[in-house]
């Protein structure tokens, strides 16, 4: 169980496009989710954190005007990259924390990631 | 705040021998959890194990098992009869009762030598 799917798991697109990556839990509900964005070789940064209804919180210096998140149900999050540009290429990971009998397990379940080139 | 340090980049081990990975981390919270994190080539991340900060005893998983002192904020992963497949970036991670975000260190890279 807890499993975390994202959609796409790659995708290529031009300068300027935007361009929208899906996260599901698949057989769990997930309160909170989140999204972090991953350079090569190194650790992953925290972009925000969503939680089902309400408007998502970014972590400082993360543009939530270029980074779209909706968090629509207990099982889906949405991240657009809007106006995409090359420094934007990266690797887009999310994860989600599973409520499970009423209470909320303080561990993160994650996605296998999107890998995002703009060219 | 919390903070989590990882002080070695790169480790390696030979197949069927026994490593550990350091952490250190410093948190602000009273109640808090610790976890690693493996992620190999295929970056997808997996849960290795997690200590609850309230309990004093060590965590296990199979040949995963850890070194938590409390008091000198040390949480190391020790992976014994260390077989091929464990060779990936592992991380280790913090986060606090009240809150679902975790602090990841920077991650070592652990290889495996046939």
């Known amino acids: 169980g807890a499993v975390v799917s994202q959609h796409p798991s790659w995708v290529i697109c031009k300068s300027g496009t935007s361009v929208k990556i899906e996260c599901r839990s698949l057989?769990?509900?997930?309160?909170?989710m989140f999204w972090y964005r991953q350079f090569p070789k190194q650790s992953l940064m925290l972009m925000a954190t969503?939680?089902?209804?309400?408007?998502?919180?970014?972590e400082q210096g993360v543009e939530k005007d270029k980074f779209l998140i909706n968090h629509a149900s207990l099982t889906l999050s949405t991240l657009t990259v809007t106006s995409a540009h090359p420094e934007d290429s990266s690797f887009y990971i999310c994860?989600?924390?599973?409520?499970?009998?009423?209470?909320?397990?303080?561990?993160?379940?994650f996605g296998p990631g999107t890998r995002l080139t703009v060219l | 705040a919390q903070t989590v340090t990882q002080s070695q980049p790169e480790m390696s081990v030979q197949e069927a021998e026994t490593v550990t990975l350091s952490c250190t981390y410093d948190t602000s919270e009273s109640d808090y959890y610790l976890f690693w994190y493996k992620q190999p080539p295929s970056r997808q991340m997996i849960l290795v194990i997690r200590?609850?900060?309230?309990?004093?005893q060590n965590a296990t998983e199979n040949r995963f098992s850890v070194n938590f002192q409390k008091a000198a904020k040390s949480f190391s992963l020790k992976i014994s009869d260390s077989q091929l497949g464990d060779a990936a970036m592992y991380f280790c991670a913090s986060g606090g009762a009240g809150s679902y975000q975790l602090t990841f260190g920077k991650g070592t890279k652990l290889s495996v030598i046939p």
């Open positions: 200590q609850e900060a309230y309990k004093q």
């Open positions: 057989d769990f509900q997930a309160t909170t």
């Open positions: 994860s989600a924390s599973r409520i499970l009998a009423g209470v909320t397990y303080n561990e993160q379940f």
């Open positions: 969503s939680n089902e209804g309400s408007k998502a919180t970014y």
